[in-house]
């Protein structure tokens, strides 16, 4: 079965600057898809970004990228010039491509705070 | 941009209680979820719903639990028995070509079993 895990329960980065979320996961599949989701204080699931696993390219979405190392198989945040806006829980998960209906599967989150 | 909605946005009930907990999927989208979170917890897959019937459950949705979509706009969870255990944000959540596209949540109801 696959895993996801987010060894941070909790970061701070002062505002403007830059910081890096960790998620690991595990699998034996070669073609899935992996997200990073947001969760404000509203509780709404806010999809930041997305990686297609065949893809070698990082992808980037503004201020938001990721470092997607396949045979690490390690899937890291980077959030850079931090807003205030940006505190939130952050959530990486996984999907396989096998089946078309597929669930996505979350680790446990990563708590961020903004200091101004 | 089209959103999934839920109601109601908190859910009030005492154990032993059936509750229906409702979503309106984006209407072109073809795959349904529901995950839960329990306070500070991480998000737990429930089950999924392709082509009016659940293509996968998880150990979380036992028979107290079941979904439907009575027509061709709702998606319904129903949980027939609560237990305070069951206190959680329940998310719906669907897509439009299955893996390939990302599954859009609804902003959740908050269900409180008392």
């Known amino acids: 079965a696959q895993t996801v895990t987010q060894s941070q329960p909790e970061m701070s980065v002062q505002e403007a600057e830059t910081v890096t979320l960790s998620c690991t996961y595990d699998t034996s599949e070669s073609d899935y898809y992996l997200f990073w989701y947001k969760q404000p204080p509203s509780r709404q699931m806010i999809l930041v970004i997305r990686q297609e696993a065949y893809k070698q390219q990082n992808a980037t979405e503004n201020r938001f990228s990721v470092n997607f190392q396949k045979a690490a198989k390690s899937f890291s945040l980077k959030i850079s010039d931090s807003q205030l806006g940006d505190a939130a829980m952050y959530f990486c998960a996984y999907r396989s491509a096998m089946n078309r209906d597929d669930k996505i599967i979350f680790g446990k989150g990563t708590r961020l705070h903004i200091l101004p | 941009e089209p959103e999934v909605t839920q109601t109601p946005s908190h859910q009030v009930t005492q154990m032993g209680q059936e509750v229906i907990l409702r979503c309106v999927p984006i209407?072109?989208?073809?795959?349904f979820y529901w995950y839960r979170q329990i306070l500070g917890q991480k998000v737990e897959f429930l089950v999924s719903f392709y082509n009016n019937e659940i293509s996968e459950k998880s150990e979380i949705f036992d028979d107290q639990f079941s979904v439907e979509r009575p027509d061709g706009s709702n998606f319904t969870l129903k949980i027939r028995s609560t237990k305070l255990e069951d206190s959680a944000m329940y998310f719906c959540a669907s897509s439009n070509l299955g893996v390939a596209s990302p599954l859009h949540f609804g902003n959740g109801t908050r269900l409180t079993v008392t």
């Open positions: 209407s072109n989208h073809l795959y």
